[in-house]
């Protein structure tokens, strides 16, 4: 399947339309803190079971959605 550049720019740019937001790094926190998407980290995380990945985990999680 092949999927041209310019397709792609315009599904980015019809979603950070919808979104409200200028740049796919804004619309990445507004679709996090929106909870239209899940977060991988926690499933990492479970999976691993380390103090160190939960630490890190947290605080990236902070640092996204807060």
Sequence with gaps: MFVS???VKVHVSTILKK???DNRTIA???AGSR???ENDMTTNQEQAGSA???KR???QERF???
Excluded: E, I, Q
Aim: glycine share 4%; charged share 5%.
């Design 28 to 30: 990445a926190f507004v």
């Design 5 to 7: 550049p310019n397709t």
């Design 52 to 54: 160190v990945d939960s």
């Design 57 to 59: 985990t947290s605080h």
């Design 64 to 66: 996204f959605f807060y």
């Design 19 to 21: 979104l409200g937001v």
């Design 35 to 37: 909870a239209l998407v």
